[in-house]
């Protein structure tokens, strides 16, 4: 058993070829990246989409992609009335932050503070708290399709027990430059959940941190794929697994958190191949059609004037795209005429 930060964890052969796994995934990346430009870039887009929606409805939004792709296609401060859509828009801004700018986001208490700032910047409800570790006590609650909440464990008191593990937290991860980086990511979510050092957003401030951390440790192509939409497809085993560990808090054994972290990268990893390299076809496909495919995988019944839209491609270029992508059997066509739509063979 290793000790690593105030956590225990079974360090042996099987952990170690999961990270092997996961890092010769990563050491492909760079020419998978050059090879799938536009495809990528329609990628990020969709992911971006899920990952929202994703996060906010584990916290109890109830926001579909759908309706999270609308809103954030016109975002303007008069369409953020309801507490969803303030939550969707705050999540939008701090994912497109940590994406755009995580080179320059040091891990510290600030960089937190202002990330739980960006993340809440439309909730009025939350102007109190906002940037601020939580004065009162809080406990991690699961919701339920159906509005029940279950308390899943209490977490650190609020003043200075939380300000002393936020301080322990970040003054570890600063410091410790032995423990793999895929390790180090999973621990300090795991911590900060823990910890819930905020008022509230701890969940979706976890989930930003993973993307963000990953990210500095060189792993890019987490941004184009939807780590919030595979904890929200496992969100009873997430929850089980964060109790199961916390339970034996302070000094807990989280073999099995970490195993269950690696399990969910390995699995976005598979998906964002299967996007990329559907039945092994797409390698012959040129740029336009790859970007028509990974939308229509995407949004199964979309129709050649929704694809033109949204990817800016002519529409007489799509529609020719559609006719080929059938003929080569990688499409199926559903319908003629004005009710015409495409979906994955």
């Known amino acids: 058993m290793n000790q690593v930060h105030t956590l225990n964890i079974e360090i042996d052969w099987k952990l170690i070829s999961i990270i092997s796994k996961i890092d010769r995934f990563d050491a492909e990346w760079t020419s998978i990246e ?3 430009g536009q495809s990528l870039k329609q990628l990020k887009a969709i992911a971006t989409v899920r990952s929202v929606g994703a996060s906010t409805r584990i916290e109890g939004s ?3 992609n759908e309706e999270v792709d609308v809103l954030l296609s016109d975002l303007t401060i008069d369409k953020l009335e309801d507490r969803d859509s303030q939550e969707v828009a705050g999540y939008f801004e701090a994912l497109d932050l940590i994406t755009e700018s995580n080179d320059g986001i040091d891990i510290t208490e600030n960089s937190l503070k202002n990330l739980h700032n960006r993340l809440l910047k439309y909730s009025a409800k939350d102007d109190w708290h906002k940037g601020n570790y939580k004065q009162l006590s809080n406990s991690v609650e699961a919701t339920f399709p159906d509005g029940s909440k279950q308390i899943i464990f209490e977490t650190a008191k609020p003043g200075i027990e939380t300000e002393d593990a936020m301080r322990a937290l970040i003054e570890w991860f600063t410091n410790d430059l032995e423990t793999h980086p895929l390790v180090k990511t999973a621990i300090f979510c795991y ?3 823990s910890v819930h050092p905020f008022q509230d957003g701890n969940g979706r401030l976890s989930r930003l941190l993973s993307s963000l951390l990953l990210l500095k440790f060189g792993y ?3 941004q184009y794929v939807s780590f919030e939409h595979e904890i929200e497809n496992r969100k009873v085993e997430y929850y089980q697994e964060l109790r199961k560990c916390q339970a034996q808090r302070p000094g807990e054994e989280i073999t099995t958190w970490i195993y269950f972290f690696f399990d969910a990268l390995i699995n976005i990893q598979n998906q964002l191949m299967a996007k990329l390299n559907t039945e092994g076809i797409e390698s012959s496909l040129s ?3 790859k970007s028509i495919l990974v939308f229509i ?3 199964p019944g979309t129709k050649s004037g929704e694809i033109a839209t ?6 007489p270029t799509v529609k020719k795209i559609l006719s080929q992508l059938v003929s080569k059997n990688i499409i199926e066509k559903y319908g003629s005429g004005p009710g015409t739509n495409y979906g994955i063979k």
Do not use: R
Not at 310 to 315: E, G, Y
């Open 34 to 36: 050059k090879k799938e």
């Open 62 to 64: 109830k926001m579909s």
């Open 191 to 193: 911590e900060f959940v």
């Open 220 to 222: 890019k192509w987490i």
């Open 287 to 289: 740029p336009k059609e």
């Open 297 to 299: 995988s995407d949004h």
């Open 310 to 315: 949204k990817l800016n491609i002519p529409n």
